[in-house]
């Protein structure tokens, strides 16, 4: 009688395994948009240009990761080919730059990005590439992620406190 007890053990214990996975609780689903893919390379570094009017988060190669005003010259500079080839722009000018100072502010809380170009000029896409493109690049500093909003101070004024609509 003893040889008939482990077999039924085994036997109910493999039919309670067998079980498990049909009760786990997960139902299924029909497909889940998780928004677009990133474009470019997977690494790097990220500037915010436009795409079919919205904002779109472009990957850059780069062996490091450069400084937040770094990260502003390649904004300024436009679309790569490449870029350009998949129908992205900028209303980022060309003379906006250089960038005088990526400070933390506690008044509003948030950071200043002291420009030498006008701010008060800018369009509203323009302002909010900047805004995302400096937030991410603080962030990926590792100076801190919690600098939102964004005011853009330039010789003629001031534009913000933003925050990035993308996020």
Partial sequence: MTGRRPTRALLAGGALLALLPASCGVRP???????????????????????????EL????????????????????????AERDQGFTSEVPADLLPVTAVTPT???????????????????????????????????SGQGAAYSPVTLIGPDGTRGPRPCPVK
């Avoid at 928004?35 to 470019?40: K, L, R, S």
């Avoid at 990761?65 to 770094?70: G, Q, S, V």
């Avoid at 990260?71 to 790569?80: E, F, H, I, N, R």
């Fill in 29 to 55: 689903s029909g497909v889940i948009d998780g928004g677009p893919a990133p474009v470019g390379q997977s690494t790097g570094v990220g500037i915010y240009l436009v795409r079919h009017g919205e904002l």
């Fill in 106 to 140: 506690t008044d509003p809380p948030g950071l200043a990005l002291t420009m030498s170009g006008a701010v008060t000029t800018l369009s509203a896409t323009a302002v909010d590439q900047i805004v995302c493109t400096v937030t991410d690049a603080v962030a990926a």
């Fill in 58 to 81: 472009t990957m850059r190669q780069s062996t490091a990761r450069p400084a937040p005003a770094e990260t502003l010259k390649l904004l300024v500079a436009g679309p790569d080919e």
